[in-house]
């Protein structure tokens, strides 16, 4: 006996819609493998509407008032917290996350960062006006860029949504917005919850495939792409978006490296990594995935760490137990699966290295030693529930294998010497250097990397700042 899948919709000037050809994809809950809805894959004429109503809604909303554009986002904070639980369901749905730590762990920094945000409208900030030339008085406006295409990833699709549409909407800029084709559900709601607020045109969803991102990039109409996602998928929008000079917006793939120095306290450290490495089984960004130890201590570090990952439990949403949950989708399994299988003779897995169960995408939380720098493994992104293991010798070794890497976006420095955390916090070619801790984020400090990692910051007046544009005025004081 089949079940009916319940149906997700675009939602475009005010009104949910489905796909202008009808055509739609089904969405798998990566916690039993089963088809729970479809989706919308949308194409030219849907991309087409989204657009023409963002671009006809974005002068009003371009000349609203700073303190209005605050007061919308704040009633959509309020909103999402009132409807926090019908965001848990959505979200544990698109993706198998345990309910209690996305409850604990995402609604509260969401709601935050969208009220962040509303201040952030407030805060347009600039250089004095003054007469830099005789008779002449120059100042500066801070404006919205236009109509934002926005594409986020389904590791987070509801924070990695607010991350997109907040700073956006607080510059007073419109939005389209695509959800990842395998976590449409929560970014749907949000556009139900967004939508009570806001006027129509404003915030746009058209859920869809890699095709429909590009469509959107693509469109004349947007002034500005933005996404989260692979290297790859960065390249192309970056390769598209060059051809009418988009501004372009990355947060791409990490590698983050772990130094972790002979005087760490070894205990916290491997609580600390353990918890920011498997958090949201490894599928993070900036995950502590990548561990460099010093030899004097790397075989008593990997014997802990290896007893720790093996105590940490991966289970369905409703297990209270669980740390972690499934990967995301089946092609994420087996790549997963591909790294531990192609590992080379000199590594050794120390725990896990296998999925876990017959339903669903669970993989077991894996330790992985022995490795070297040019290992697969070491300079590619696995995006999984894997932390590997090196050893380093001194601190100059520790900054080659670190920065030894396409990717750099976060990273971090365990050590009770002030003056080599400053050395390393320096010298780490990253965009975030966290130091005896790793993973925790605020609104108010910027999130993005270098490299491969991209370009562009999330969070903080910085990412604020990425969706406006700098206008200089000159007027003449002669009449």
Request: hydrophobic fraction near 40%; aromatic fraction near 8%; charged fraction near 25%.
């Amino acid at each position: 006996m089949s079940t009916e899948l319940r149906r997700l919709r675009n939602y475009i000037d005010g009104e949910f819609r489905d796909a202008a050809d009808g055509a739609t994809t089904e969405v798998v809950n990566p916690a039993t493998g089963e088809a729970y809805a479809s989706a919308p894959l949308s194409r030219e004429a849907d991309v087409d509407a989204a657009m023409d109503a963002a671009a006809a809604a974005f002068p009003a909303w371009r000349d609203a008032t700073p303190a209005e554009r605050q007061k919308a986002l704040l009633r959509i904070a309020d909103a999402f917290e009132e409807r926090a639980e019908d965001l848990i369901a959505a979200e544990v749905e698109n993706t198998g996350k345990p309910v209690g730590l996305t409850r604990s762990e995402e609604i509260p920094p969401m709601v935050d960062q969208i009220r962040f945000f509303a201040g952030a409208a407030r805060m347009l900030d600039g250089r004095s006006a003054g007469e830099y030339m005789e008779g002449l008085t120059s100042f500066v406006r801070r404006e919205p860029i236009g109509v934002c295409a926005q594409v986020a990833p389904w590791n987070y699709p509801m924070m990695m949504g607010v991350w997109k549409f907040a700073p956006a909407l607080a510059a007073g800029n419109t939005v389209v917005l695509k959800p990842s084709d395998t976590t449409p559900a929560s970014t749907v709601l949000m556009a139900e919850i967004i939508g009570s607020v806001l006027p129509k045109g404003v915030f746009n969803v058209v859920c869809g495939d890699r095709d429909t991102g590009r469509l959107m990039v693509e469109h004349d109409t947007p002034a500005m792409a933005s996404i989260t996602g692979s290297v790859r998928a960065g390249t192309q929008v970056a390769e598209s978006a060059a051809k009418d000079l988009k501004r372009v917006h990355l947060e791409l793939g990490g590698k983050a490296p772990v130094v972790v120095f002979e005087d760490a306290d070894v205990a916290k450290a491997v609580s600390g990594i353990t918890e920011a490495g498997f958090f949201n089984a490894g599928q993070d960004c900036t995950a502590a995935t990548r561990v460099l130890v010093h030899e004097s201590v790397h075989d008593e570090f990997v014997a802990a760490l290896a007893k720790a990952a093996a105590e940490i439990t991966t289970g369905g949403p409703e297990n209270e137990d669980a740390f972690y949950g499934p990967v995301n989708n089946a092609n994420q399994l087996a790549q997963v699966t591909g790294f531990i299988d192609r590992l080379p003779s000199h590594a050794k897995v120390e725990t896990g290295g296998h999925r876990v169960g017959e339903k669903g995408y669970f993989y077991a939380p894996t330790v992985v030693s022995g490795l070297r720098q040019d290992d697969e493994i070491i300079q590619n992104e696995v995006f999984g529930p894997v932390i590997t293991v090196q050893s380093f010798r001194d601190e100059a070794q520790a900054l080659e294998y670190a920065n030894g890497v396409d990717y750099a976006l976060a990273s971090s420095v365990w050590t009770k010497d002030h003056a080599r955390a400053m050395r390393m916090s320096r010298s780490l070619d990253f965009g975030c250097v966290w130091i005896n801790t790793h993973i925790p984020l605020v609104a108010e400090m910027p999130h993005g990397g270098f490299k491969k990692s991209g370009y562009g910051k999330d969070l903080s007046l910085y990412g604020f700042d990425d969706y406006t544009r700098v206008k200089h005025v000159m007027t003449s004081l002669e009449g």
